[in-house]
């Protein structure tokens, strides 16, 4: 089976054309550059082709990158020096490409190429735009979805094959930081506005083959390649290029804060290559490239946010039940969280029946549709016609009549078991046999939930994160004695919606919360230990988490911690852990410090919200020690307190894969994504270091950093997670 394939006409034109069979977009293999090199040796070497197109056979899309698969594996398949294994096939890739650029051309006179123009039906991301920007000529369709970049800062790595050294010579290191920096996609007008494109039309074939036969000399020359040739903007020691750089600098570990070793790579790559010839340029390309590739965290957010997520999005953990896809949503409870999973699924083309107990209430959740939607259309993201046929798919009422005909009921009323127990007798009585009955809670056990309904094989835990219309995450939860349709259900549906489930377990707090509720503990704890608050906050950042602890607190509100630790001490009685943490938290909340929505918390903020800093007084009520502890010992406690969690719960059977434990925390609470999540944090640091670790802050802390069993195994054994499976190492 071949992915290129070459055809050569009467006019003298050959064709490439990129097809990988069984995908609906192309991906580049290892294989597939072999293919392409022999297409391209053979046209260049036929004095029968004048020119040479190459084109996907795909009617919407070029290409979508490079398997996924392949790149996560580039370490491990490149021999017993893998670092010189990388750097040896970059820069065969690199040939490839300038074989293409050169297109058989004397290096002395830059004559005597041959014309090579690229076509782009649609859709061109990462190498599916390296490719063509090395061609003299790139042709797009017309058409408004696809989407043209370099997407790959995004999944830890950044464009290797030459795609960084071209855009940077192409548009300057200004114009190309939003590509190559932010991974940001644009659609043809706009890509060809940018400059990353030459061409839209309505016939790119025409049009390229047109180009080809008319090219001169003089059209095959790249700029970087020609006498004279300038860096737009200016390299690094002019004035201009100077202050580029120095901001870039700044920006890139500002943002980073040095946890992502892509986004520094590739401003060395772009700095160094600016300042040398272009051929030099792409082997200190490559060398940055294969430095990523040697650093574990490309491989583990590769693995989590694309490899794993995506197996998960196709129901890696599905049962083997009949097509469960949801037709008609009952939603109980038209607030905030009601409201936005009413929007999700109606934009989704979900039916949907919107209740609560006032018809005010109910009008207002759907007015949250309208809001965002209105939001879409000034961002020209929506029309007028799709708002229409959105907001048409939700029937805001009072009536429970209403719900006749749902194949799937999700309540989110209020968290309280008796009012949750209410509620799913009056649905049940109302909806067919057949109805699946969901409830989104946080913390609130489904197994005792469950014992409300009539049918608890065909009751689950579905927990939607706020907002609902940006979280990326749904978990779902499995009481004793929910079933499997229940959960295929729950699967599909979240699949409809479009966005990412993990199955978990029945026990408190779930997964998500069970590691997130530790993380905010802990920074609460140190605050009334003396330690910096701004040390606590700024530890947790350069951890990369996007929220430090006592941000996070006054996000999610201080009255809802308490009414958790509250509902949390009465469970556990004498063995409940967190008094310390009360004494602070319970503190804020008597004092009206209930986070961003009272406008006092850990921070300050200004009449409008806006956060202005930590607290002025906190130093007052909780004084500093003066022996502060080492940022190193604050940033293992954050961490530690999540990631013993998150081993517990697959100790426990809440989790019964650790991908959806990565995957989970990546996009549930933000945990670290240069990481891979918990478990693949684990694999880098050793279990090893991992035990010792956990053992000196048990020692000094308490047994809430006890290393579970399964680390201490592992140490023993020498194993780690991913230890050739993507199965739990229990």
Partial sequence: MTDFTLSTDADGIATITWDVKGKSMNVLSLEGWDELDDCLTRALADDAV?????????????????????????KASAGEN?????????????????????????????????????????????????????????????????????????????????????LVRKLGAMGASPFLLEGKLSDPKKAKAAGLIDEVSADPMADARAWVLSAKDADLVKPWDAKGYKMPGGAPYHPAGFMTFVGASAMVNGKTQGVYPAAKALLSAVYEGALVPFDTALKIEARWFTHVLMNPTSEAMIRSLFINK???????????????????????????????????????????????????????????????LDKGIKRRKVTEEKKAEVLGRIAATTDLEALKGCDLVVEAVFEDVAVKAEMTRKVEAV???????????????????????????????????????????????KGQETGDRAVAKALDYVRQIRKTPIVVNDARFFYANRCIIPYINEGIRMVGEGVNPALIENAAKLLGFPL??????????????VKIAKATKAAMGDAYPDGAVDEVLFAFAEAGRLGRKANAGFYDYDASGKRQGLWGELGRHYP??????????????????????????LEDGVLTDIREGDVGAILGWGFAPWSGGPFSWLDMVGADWAVETTGALAAKHGPRFATPALLTQMAEAGTRFYDGSQAAAA
Avoid: W
């Avoid at 995506?310 to 009949?322: C, F, I, M, T």
């Fill in 50 to 74: 004048r020119g040479i197109v190459i084109t996907s056979g795909k009617p919407d899309s070029f290409a979508g990158g490079m398997d996924l698969n392949v790149i996560a594996k580039m």
């Fill in 82 to 166: 893998p670092a010189q294994g990388l750097m040896d096939g970059l820069m065969r890739s690199h040939g490839i490409l300038r074989k293409i650029e050169r297109a058989g051309m004397d290096p002395k006179t830059l004559k005597g190429g041959k014309p090579i123009a690229c076509v782009l039906p649609g859709t061109a991301l990462g190498i599916g735009l390296e490719i063509p920007l090395a061609c003299h000529r790139i042709f797009a369709a017309d058409n408004p979805k696809a989407k043209i970049g370099l997407p790959e800062i995004l999944v830890g790595i950044f464009p290797g094959m030459g795609g960084t050294t071209r």
């Fill in 310 to 372: 995506e197996a998960l999005e196709k129901g890696a953990n599905r049962p083997q039940v009949d097509d469960q896809t949801v037709r008609k949503l009952g939603v109980i409870g038209a607030g905030m969280m009601g409201a936005g999973i009413a929007y999700v699924s109606a934009n989704a083309g979900i039916e949907v029946v919107l209740i609560d107990r006032e018809q005010a209430a109910a009008d207002k959740g759907k007015s949250y549709s309208e809001g965002l």
């Fill in 431 to 477: 909806v067919g046999p057949d109805c699946i009955f969901a409830t989104n809670t946080s913390t609130l056990p489904i197994t005792e939930l469950a014992k409300a309904s009539a049918r608890p094989g065909q009751f689950i835990g579905i927990h939607f994160f706020s907002p609902v219309d940006k979280m990326l995450l749904v978990e779902i939860i």
């Fill in 548 to 561: 430090g602890p006592l941000q996070l607190v006054d996000e999610t509100s201080i009255d809802l911690g």
């Fill in 624 to 649: 500093l020690v003066e022996d502060q502890p080492d940022l190193h010992e604050v940033q293992n406690r954050l961490m530690f307190a999540q990631v013993l969690e998150a081993v517990r719960a």
